[in-house]
């Protein structure tokens, strides 16, 4: 089983800052791609930014050149540093990670419980 942690959430003004971050624990060989998904009011979830093992990076189209994902894989860490924030941008934003058990094992994704983004003046 792995555990995910996120922190980071809250209340900003329109153009503020935000980093939030998602710490994986428990038992697992290896965290492959480690993810952001967020979900605003009535909408469904969407894939905000994932990042590779090696630092390989996507993102959602809405979110280029505002929003960063890194990770620090000796802490099983993600962060997202999300800049320029917009009204638009609120959501609960959820961490995702994708884990193997033992080497053999195929991947099972992981969810963590969601931190709440509200970006209003």
């Known amino acids: 089983q792995v555990q995910l942690v996120e922190s980071g959430g809250g209340l900003v003004q329109p153009g503020g800052s935000l980093r939030l971050s998602c710490a994986a624990s428990?038992?697992?060989?290896?965290?492959?791609?480690m993810g952001w998904y967020r979900q605003p009011p009535g909408k469904e979830r969407e894939l905000v930014a994932a990042?590779?093992?090696?630092?390989?990076?996507s993102y959602v189209e809405s979110v280029k050149g505002r929003f960063t994902i890194s990770r620090e894989n000796a802490k099983n860490t993600v962060y997202l540093q999300m800049n320029s924030l917009k009204p638009d941008d609120t959501a609960v934003y959820y961490c995702n990670a994708a884990a193997q058990a033992t080497w053999l094992s195929s991947a099972i994704d992981y969810w963590g419980q969601g931190t709440q983004v509200t970006v209003s003046s």
């Open positions: 990042i590779t093992r090696d630092g390989y990076r």
């Open positions: 428990g038992g697992f060989f290896r965290i492959n791609v």
